[in-house]
């Protein structure tokens, strides 16, 4: 049994990488409409984050290190900086740091058995779920990247991991906020970039419709709700996704309206 997202996590580091790779070393350090992260920043970030899932497949002795290193700097709350500091490469060397890591991930992660559990900040969770995890990152990031530079992304059905991601974290959604956690998740009706239809739960009276690529940038806070062409009906589902969250870490504030949008 292949680790197929493996190769899903590839094709999103790929698609990031054709966007960034005729940059200038200054066009790195633009500020993006994500609180203020440059280029160098996102790629700082992917490529840290990258790292740490690939050092708990490796060592997880060393990792476990790195975990309580972790704790304490988001507790001090210097995050951003330790992850600046713990990389030195910025611009074109940064940029092919983390797309050679990033393919010599997924070809060996590709033969991990999709149920091996690995540790991490907080549960441990099975390599499938870390690679989603990985995609998802990349995906999200990348929107602030393409947002900036003023370019389209290209779609593809590989979306659908994330979408289930943000399904999975229904419950996740709600407790981080300190919210009680409703008995039935809203039904969901998506289409697919190819064209295909995707439905998830059953008929209720809370239901969420539209494409698939609107609802991961909801959950993935890289689009605010009224941005997206979403059809929310029912109280269930409006909270959702008016405080969706697939990420781990403390409650985070989805952008407001009009706030991130592609530059033209």
């Given at each position: ?5 493996a190769?899903?996590?590839l094709a ?19 500020a993006t409409q ?10 700082v ?12 497949a490796?060592?997880e002795?060393?990792?476990?290190r790195?975990a ?13 900086p ?12 940064l940029r ?19 149920k091996r559990?690995l ?5 441990s969770?099975s390599?499938r779920?870390s690679?989603?995890?990985r ?6 990031h ?6 900036l ?13 994330i ?15 300190g ?17 295909a239809v995707?439905?998830f ?21 890289t689009?605010?709700l ?21 990420f ?17």
């Amino acid at each position: 049994m292949n680790l197929t997202v493996a190769d899903d996590f590839l094709a999103e580091s790929e698609v990031l990488h054709a966007c960034v790779k005729d940059l200038r070393d200054a066009d790195f350090e633009r500020a993006t409409q994500f609180k203020g992260w440059t280029i160098n920043d996102v790629l700082v970030h992917l490529h840290f984050w990258n790292g740490a899932a690939d050092l708990a497949a490796r060592d997880e002795a060393d990792f476990r290190r790195l975990a309580a290193e972790v704790s304490d700097v988001v507790r001090e709350g210097r995050l951003r900086p330790f992850e600046n500091a713990a990389i030195a490469e910025r611009g074109h060397a940064l940029r092919d740091i983390w797309i050679d890591r990033a393919r010599d991930m997924a070809a060996r992660w590709r033969d991990f058995d999709p149920k091996r559990r690995l540790p991490w900040i907080g549960p441990s969770m099975s390599a499938r779920s870390s690679m989603t995890a990985r995609q998802m990152e990349g995906w999200a990031h990348g929107f602030e990247v393409f947002d900036l530079l003023g370019k389209k992304r290209e779609e593809s059905d590989r979306i659908r991991n994330i979408v289930v991601l943000g399904i999975n974290t229904f419950g996740w959604s709600h407790t981080v906020q300190g919210l009680p956690v409703p008995d039935t998740i809203p039904a969901l009706v998506l289409t697919a970039p190819s064209g295909a239809v995707w439905e998830f739960g059953d008929r209720a009276a809370n239901e969420i419709r539209g494409e698939a690529v609107d609802f991961a940038a909801v959950v993935t806070q890289t689009r605010a709700l009224a941005d997206t062409g979403l059809a929310v009906d029912g109280a269930v589902a409006r909270r959702w996704m008016q405080h969706a969250q697939c990420f781990a870490g403390p409650p985070e504030t989805p952008p407001s309206k009009g706030s991130r949008l592609r530059f033209s």
